[in-house]
């Protein structure tokens, strides 16, 4: 009677708010210090001091009615010149305050996108493993996710198999990267090589395949040698869905973007298809306040060295304790291999040692799990004999 | 190629979106003091100045970590449980915490309700006038809206023509008091009878019809004697739709909420459903900081005397004018006749004279022009010439 895929949806939570209900619940229980959460990728950094500064300034200073008021629906156009011009300087892009439209986030980002480009029956492609609202995201609109496996031994693109899944109804390409879970980041020679096979596809096929780059983690690289390329700068039918939640610490707060490439002919019919997708899905406007945020904030992120200590010390560990880690490039995420084929019965084990981690099944890759480390130092300090005595328990 | 349905609703922007983008245009040319906006519901009655010092205070004593951090995808528990509270202080009803959904704002709140409860092809009534989107949000859900007309001297319901609408497919009514754009109130005699119809209606057919109330405005009403029922308290299988855009003037801020009436046996299927559907929808959870905001602000408004007072001076000078006009009980409209036939040409003809009003043709109600008279007095007065000068042009 009521929309059952929606009411399943609800009913069964994504596994990963499901253990974050289920850590809070157990912090009650038994005290916060003595549960090992690394569930979610809910940033353990706060944002910068000038994050607070400038939004308590903007409070004090600024006319109340226009900076609670409606913006208009792609975002105010100050802010939305302030972020092109931030990516041109850092991109040599060509960007203009009319490719920008601001959103709630990364997921609303996607639908955004996913709802501007699908229709009925269409595909996207996506490299497992991923973030798993990913495949929610497509079906509502309307789309099919289809699932790309990784090279078993570092989780970059195998373009073999990328090849023999594209076909007729291909509409799109999603990637990630600085990527969740695995923490992988495509190098340009990756992105290039992709870019060149779907262009090659497109031309033969007679139709555009998109590239959707899901880039919340653009920023969280832990070594100089690491660059994240700018896919507009290879693929013209490129379109990036950003957020601020990771970069800069706010993921409560709800503030993105969707930036559509202009290098492409058809780019203001797309940027259309956003607008009106996110009038459709009930966005409005993306927050005010935190709009006129993220203009004052270009290129600056939270103390992420901290998550390059994090994990340095739990890469380490973990594999001096016999668990077998590939360190990862970006994001804040390990991906580890379960010491038992099967990655729930692992994550439920690990449960008893008080250790929240998501099983890999969920991401689409069997046999592993995510461990989040966007966590305190100490808390992964006070875990350590927990993982230790975790894989013991396999002796 | 693209989705033809979104790109068309982003490239014809809703005509109340459009004049509010011409406004801002024709501001900057000739002048902000000489353009008489009255396009837009944006509240000009700043936030009370508690809301600034909340805001502030939050910002200084919290700590930014779990302030910004994501809350549960429904809402903080503790800020749901407060508005439950304060509803049932309020409604003598029974609501908890697990009754609330905290949304993006009023439109949020409809596109996860209607989500949740539509299938395809299902039928939702409303009465119009109302707000245009209602009808994007329906068949974005899979659904259809249906019009039913409202009595033609005080845009009330018409029983006979609802009763005559109710069908088979018929899976929701859509209920707006204070009405957008008419500022009609709904009487406790009309609410009982709607609910007695709705009851009546879905025991013979032997499913059941919700009611969905889209309350936004509940708190503007001008005159002590009138009441905005409840809907809860007549109607069991309701669900009231939020959003704190207008009673406390953060429109831009996007924060609001579902609440789902637990007086139905399937209340949690619908919650459920709600949730399910804001998931995805690519609603993660509502701005943290704002609903940290609303749960220390129950009760609270701007100081909607102002809207009293623009609508007494504005409804006596423009029936002086000439103008056929009802006395609106709450909101901030006024749905004025429009003196020839063709409500656009009027609308069109006023923008000659700097009026920006928008054409009630709109609202799915030939013939009217709404008038937001959410602006300030000073503009009020400094407009009246011209809408004398405006009506004077039709003898």
Redesign the interface.
């Known amino acids: ?3 059952e ?7 069964v ?2 596994s990963i ?1 499901e253990l ?2 289920y850590g ?1 619940k157990r912090k009650a229980e038994i005290g916060e210090d003595k549960v090992f959460d690394f569930s ?1 990728g ?6 910068p001091g000038e ?2 500064e400038i ?2 300034g903007l ?2 200073d600024c ?3 226009a ?7 792609p975002g105010d156009y100050s802010v939305r010149k302030s972020l092109a011009d931030y990516a041109n300087s850092q991109y040599g892009t060509h960007l203009t305050a009319d490719c920008f439209y601001m959103t ?2 990364a ?6 996108t996913l ?5 009925e029956g269409e595909e996207v492609i996506t490299f497992v493993p991923c973030f798993p ?1 990913y495949k ?2 497509c ?3 309307g789309g099919k996710l289809i699932c790309v496996d990784t090279r078993e031994d570092d989780f970059q693109i195998d373009f073999e198999k990328f090849e023999r899944a594209l076909g007729d109804k291909t509409k799109a390409v999603l990637i990630n990267s600085p990527n969740n879970p695995s923490g992988v980041v495509y190098s340009e020679q990756s992105i290039k090589k992709l870019s060149k096979i779907l262009l090659d596809f497109s031309k033969k096929r007679g ?2 395949v998109y590239l959707i780059s899901d880039e919340p983690y653009r920023e969280l690289v832990y070594d100089d040698s690491i660059k994240v390329p700018c896919v507009m700068n290879y693929y013209d039918k490129s379109i990036i869905c950003y957020s601020y939640s990771k970069s800069l ?6 503030i993105g973007y969707v930036a559509v490439n202009n290098a492409m002919e ?1 780019w203001q ?22 709009q006129q945020l993220v203009a004052r904030t270009c290129g600056m992120t939270s103390d992420i060295s901290i998550y390059k200590k994090n994990r340095d010390r739990l890469c380490s560990a973990l594999q001096s304790f016999g668990f077998t880690v590939v360190k990862p490039d970006g994001a804040f995420y390990l991906f580890v291999k379960s010491p038992e084929p099967d990655a729930n019965a692992f994550a439920e084990r690990a449960k008893k040692y008080e250790i929240l981690i998501v099983s890999g099944d969920d991401f689409g890759r069997k046999g592993y799990v995510r461990i989040c480390y966007c966590v305190s130092p100490e808390m992964i300090e006070r875990s350590l004999p927990a993982f230790k005595a975790l894989k013991d328990s396999y002796k």
Chains 1, 2 share one sequence.
């Open positions: 009677m009521l929309n895929k929606n009411v399943k949806l609800g009913k939570r994504s708010r974050f209900e809070k979610l809910n940033p353990s950094v706060p944002v994050v607070t939004l308590t409070l004090k006319d109340p009615v900076l609670h008021g409606y913006t208009s629906a709630c986030g997921s609303a980002s996607l639908t955004a709802n501007a480009l699908l229709n609202e929610v995201f079906e509502h609109a139709s555009p610490s706010l993921p409560g707060e709800r058809e019919d797309v940027f259309a298809g956003v607008c009106g997708a996110g009038r459709a899905l009930g966005f409005v406007c993306a927050p005010n306040l935190f």
